[in-house]
């Protein structure tokens, strides 16, 4: 049987926020135990918030509710981003990971701020 996909499931920003999930997943399980309600959780809230709000925004039928779910799901970027700034600064993570985060961050931000004009421009019209 042939599986349904939804219309988040399309969107190139929201696999590429799932994956920068699964990437700050994996990086804070080397953070010390005592950041499991701190930074760890912070980090891990903030970007499965991005794909989520991705996905609750691809749900709503009118383009100004689909625009508000976006720009939290960018705001929610722009807090990981904070979140793995300090993460780099207090040596939790490493330059390298660092960089990487850095980078799909940028990308999912410009690809959802994007999605964000276009859905409110398509209202406009």
Known sequence: MKQFIYSFEKLEVWKHSKNLT????SMTQSFPKTEINGLTNQMRR??????SNLAEGCGRKIGKDQARFYQIALS????LLNQTIIALEINYINEEEY?????LIEIISFQINSLHKYTLKSEMS
């Not at 929610?76 to 807090?79: K, L, N, Q, T, V």
């Open 46 to 51: 903030a970007s499965i918030s991005i794909s």
């Open 76 to 79: 929610s970027s722009f807090e």
């Open 22 to 25: 699964k990437t700050i997943y």
């Open 99 to 103: 960089q990487q985060c850095r980078k």
